[in-house]
């Protein structure tokens, strides 16, 4: 069965870092285009980053020149970078990854969320 595990996030003050992580584990043969995404209360889920396989990369104008996302693909593995953070970017962050390839197949999966609380 396949997981994803997101980790890394918690409080800090504006103007701080954090590196959030999301794992996938179970016999995965390939994983596409891995995003993150987040969603504040009260508010939609919105796309914050995307990753393709090879490392293609596309950010929300919000997180463009402050988030990096990357990944490990040996690891399985995806990464957000987040530097000078700000209030409004507290929200649970999600990874997902539409296609992650099994020998069952591919399916779409969601982490369960972490909690990033950025005060001012």
């Known amino acids: 069965q396949v997981q994803l595990v997101e980790s890394g996030g918690g409080l800090v003050q504006a103007g701080g870092s954090l590196r959030l992580s999301c794992a996938a584990s179970g016999n995965i043969f390939s994983i596409n285009t891995m995003h993150w995404y987040r969603q504040a209360p009260g508010k939609q889920r919105e796309l914050v980053a995307s990753i393709t396989k090879t490392g293609v990369t596309n950010y929300a104008d919000s997180a463009k020149g402050r988030f990096t996302i990357s990944r490990d693909n040996a690891k399985n593995t995806v990464y957000l970078q987040m530097n000078s953070l700000k209030p409004e970017d507290t929200a649970v962050y999600y990874c997902?990854?539409?296609?992650?390839?099994?020998?069952?197949?591919?399916?779409?999966?969601w982490g369960q969320g972490t909690q990033v609380t950025v005060s001012s």
């Open positions: 997902h990854a539409p296609w992650i390839f099994t020998a069952t197949g591919g399916s779409d999966y």
